[in-house]
């Protein structure tokens, strides 16, 4: 049975692991040829890359900071290079630096908009550069519940989350003449590394807040970007799909 991306090229920035990595995987796993992007974490974005290839699918890895318009230009050509297409692009890469205003610097305020906002800013610029000239591409950013709802202590975060939700429905306006899709994935609590280094008391205070009383999986959020990727959402654009167990409905 035909997969449903074969054929299909995707980047997945930050795909070492978490969120990233399950959609790396998740992609592959129906065909996709796939560039895991990475900036620090070579060893893990390795094994992604591993697994990519087992699941019967093209992958190289790609390193690079998404802030840096010099690094995502690299990253770009590397990738015309070896796929010579771009049918899908998840910006997923993004950072954490929470701290209440009166204590956040201004490092940590600049280096989150840069990671989670101009980053997305940077691989979406270039992404469209390719799907203009196919007339056809996914765009799908990783968006949050902070961006909708906003979070004490991360005034930062939030305020890139919540740029990134504008931005999705700005572009999705201007790339539709050209039959690109630009939507967004909103996770909510994810079991990944992070959250696994919770307190307890911390995780039940989250596990409170969510109406289907658990923590998501890294993969169900796979599963909604596969599906905004996939022919089944050509008709959704400028949207924001929430898969966080109903904290923001």
């Known amino acids: 049975m035909e997969r449903l991306f074969e054929g299909k090229a995707a980047l997945v920035t930050g795909g ?10 998740a992609l592959a796993s129906q065909g996709a040829k796939v560039a895991v992007n990475c900036r620090k974490s070579r060893e893990a974005a390795e094994q992604v890359l591993a697994e990519v290839k087992a699941l019967g699918s093209e992958g190289i890895l790609l390193e690079g900071d998404v802030s840096s318009a010099e690094q995502v230009s690299k990253i770009f050509q590397a990738l015309q290079g070896a796929f010579g297409r771009l049918d899908i692009l998840v910006n997923n890469a993004g950072v954490v630096r929470d701290k209440f205003l009166m204590l ?26 390719m799907m203009i000239g196919q007339r056809s591409g996914k765009i799908i950013n990783l968006a949050s519940p902070s961006a909708l709802s906003g979070r004490a202590g991360q005034v930062n975060y939030s305020a890139s989350k919540g740029g990134v939700v504008s931005f999705t429905k ?10 690109i899709t630009v939507n967004a994935v909103s996770p909510g609590i994810i079991e990944t590394e992070l959250t696994g280094q919770l307190s307890e008391e911390i995780r039940q205070e989250f596990l409170g807040m969510i109406p289907l009383g658990r923590f998501g999986l890294p993969e169900e959020v796979a599963a909604a970007a596969v599906f905004l990727a996939s022919p089944a959402a050509d008709y959704l654009t400028g949207q924001i799909l929430s898969v966080d167990g109903g904290m923001v409905m």
């Open 16 to 25: 070492s692991r978490g969120i990233g990595a399950a959609i790396c995987r």
């Open 104 to 129: 956040m610097g201004e490092g940590d305020w600049d280096e989150v908009l840069a990671t989670n906002l101009k980053g997305v800013f940077l691989c979406s610029k270039a992404a469209c550069r």
């Open 170 to 179: 700005s572009l999705a306006r201007e790339l539709s003449r050209f039959g």
